[in-house]
């Protein structure tokens, strides 16, 4: 069995996790941390790589680069139904990669999550901008390493926790693995992925805010799971870390708020995923995911996305009209040769069988250009009836709350709430609760500086969360021939 180093450099720090001897075992063989400084160029670095790596022969070892979330581009596609050979195309010209500059598609991938003919395909395009990868690609070349797969370190969250084959018993499983102000989390209908993002938070070290958030995260994802795969008969969820007094404490409070079962999934007892020799204080969760793509890619598992080897459009298929036209030609070639005689006697003939295959031929033309029509303008007619859900979310987002929770700008009493969403067709419908009747103005003042048009009911008090004593309604319709409605006052 092959050895495998994986690498990760997020700009401030440069790591290597070598697995691949013991992978039945589910263990990793070394954990090295190589100090970089922020003047450090791309041969600097390669230089301290290739040092540091010298004792496990990389030159026989397959090398694998695990890179940051904060490097790449991460774009939520929803997509009209199409076969499965037809999506690839699709989400390239939806997504406006553009491969000119080699060719291919190198630095750019996308991980389908649902949908098929029949259903919308739900998409995550992955792509990495050409100064980052032209950097990865120096430091490697200063290294002397030849690159066999760049995977997005995300996705080794849903491959370590496979290994410890967690819930694959459940038709729907739900894994949170927090780290530092961050948190990564998935989702499985059978044992496919079928979510995974990433949510953002003040900080891991208060549990309790902690819980709150992760708790409201994993309702909204559950609900969400149980409309999309309705009739399920059971669903769970797990906390992933290499702390297992705060995994399990934080499994406790999330399952008194939470009808969801909640499970603590902690590596140090669970398994022997990182062995006596690399269980060190290093060994913390920001080694999991390396440890996931390491021990997959030795026991020789393709990853969900890879951005040096990304799906390709498929080939372009040859028309009916090109064969029967070589084969015509083909034909009238033998004949011609085998008796010319005979041909002139029956040129008449052969044009007219000439003029009816040509005519066959524009015929089935005509009709595979009708029904290219006809799938156009399906794909019109969804496009123009739907609005971009993920888009204006985010969008939204940043309107009701601009700035983030740390943020030095951030202002309490302008603070926002969004307690209730609902989408129907091109409109948005939202209850949000304030601290201050001020605060009104500037959310209004946000709401209305976008594409959409906005219409805000009464403002009436609040009960809960406590602390934030109004209540607004409003809605956003993103159908421009929509009439506008006159506004009512805010009860004074």
């Given at each position: ?275 006596a020799k690399v269980s060190t204080e290093s060994a913390t969760s920001d080694i999991l995911p390396l440890a996931g793509i390491a021990l997959n890619e030795a026991a020789g598992n393709a990853p969900l996305v890879d951005l040096l080897h990304p799906r390709q459009r498929p080939a372009p298929r040859a028309g009916k009209r090109t064969y029967a036209l070589a084969a015509a030609a083909l034909v009238a070639l033998l004949a011609y040769g085998g008796s010319r005689g005979y041909a002139e006697l029956n040129a008449p ?144």
């Amino acid at each position: 069995m092959s050895q495998v180093i994986v690498l990760h450099w997020d700009k401030q720090s440069l790591r290597a996790v070598v697995a691949g001897r013991r992978v039945a075992y589910m263990e990793v063989d070394a954990v090295i941390d190589i100090p970089i400084e922020e003047t450090d160029d791309a041969k600097t670095i390669g230089h301290h790589l290739k040092t540091a790596l010298i004792p496990h022969r990389p030159s026989r070892a397959r090398i694998v680069l695990a890179i940051s979330r904060g490097l790449l581009q991460w774009k939520h596609l929803n997509l009209p139904p199409c076969p499965a050979e037809e999506l690839p195309d699709l989400v390239y010209m939806q997504a406006g990669f553009d491969t000119t500059r080699t060719g291919e598609a190198i630095g750019f991938d996308f991980l389908p999550l649902s949908g098929n003919e029949n259903t919308p395909h739900q998409i995550i395009a992955i792509s990495l901008q050409a100064d980052q990868l032209n950097l990865l690609q120096d430091i490697c070349e200063a290294a002397d390493l030849s690159i066999k797969r760049y995977i997005p370190l995300l996705l080794g969250w849903p491959a370590v926790a496979k290994r410890a084959t967690r819930g694959d018993d459940q038709p729907i499983a739900i894994f949170v693995a927090p780290f530092a102000k961050e948190a990564s989390i998935w989702a499985t209908h059978e044992g496919r992925l079928v979510l995974l993002r990433q949510l953002h938070f003040p900080s891991a070290d208060n549990l309790p805010e902690l819980g709150t958030i992760v708790s409201a995260e994993l309702r909204r994802t559950f609900h969400a799971l149980t409309q999309q795969y309705p009739g399920e008969g059971g669903a769970a969820a797990w906390i992933v870390g290499k702390k297992p007094n705060d995994v399990s404490q934080l499994a406790k409070m999330l399952n008194e708020q939470l009808d969801l079962e909640v499970q603590p999934m902690d590596f140090a007892a669970d398994s022997a995923l990182l062995s006596a020799k690399v269980s060190t204080e290093s060994a913390t969760s920001d080694i999991l995911p390396l440890a996931g793509i390491a021990l997959n890619e030795a026991a020789g598992n393709a990853p969900l996305v890879d951005l040096l080897h990304p799906r390709q459009r498929p080939a372009p298929r040859a028309g009916k009209r090109t064969y029967a036209l070589a084969a015509a030609a083909l034909v009238a070639l033998l004949a011609y040769g085998g008796s010319r005689g005979y041909a002139e006697l029956n040129a008449p003939i052969k044009k007219a069988d000439v003029a009816r295959a040509q005519i066959a031929l524009l015929t089935a033309s005509e009709e595979k250009l009708k029904a290219d029509e006809l799938f156009a303008e399906a794909i019109q007619t969804w496009q123009d009836s739907s609005v971009n859900v993920l888009g204006q979310l985010q969008e939204l987002s940043k309107k009701i709350r601009p700035s983030t929770l740390d943020a030095e700008q951030f202002d309490v009493e302008q603070d926002v709430v969004l307690k209730k969403l609902e989408i129907g067709g091109k409109r948005l419908d939202m209850e949000a609760a304030l601290r201050t009747y001020p605060a009104l103005a500037g959310l209004e003042a946000r709401l209305r500086d976008g594409t959409g048009r906005v219409k805000r009911a009464t403002a009436e008090e609040n009960e809960s969360p406590p602390d934030y004593l109004w209540l607004i309604r409003a809605s956003v319709d993103f159908n421009p021939e929509a009439e506008v409605d006159l506004e009512e006052k805010p009860k004074s």
